[in-house]
């Protein structure tokens, strides 16, 4: 699944590892060993996120993209 949430990708040296944010979505972040495992890892959180938000009937924000969250 490729979602159209804008996802931030960072590495951090605290954690050892790359971070995944979408930001427009509260919360919603995963990390992996590399970049590409990031980027796979938040595109699940993103699908459990929304799925979640079904479930407990909860608004799913539209896809704003860049810097349009904040």
């Known amino acids: 699944m490729k979602s159209k949430y804008e996802i ?34 938040v595109e699940i959180v993103i699908q459990e996120w929304i799925d979640a938000a079904v479930a407990l009937n909860r608004e799913i924000p539209t896809p704003k993209g860049k810097f349009r969250y904040a």
Not at 24 to 39: F, P, Q, R, S
């Open 8 to 41: 931030i990708i960072y590495w951090s040296d605290e954690d050892n590892a790359f971070l995944a944010e979408a930001p427009e979505l509260a919360g919603c972040m995963a990390d992996g060993k590399t970049y590409i495992e990031a980027v796979q890892n």
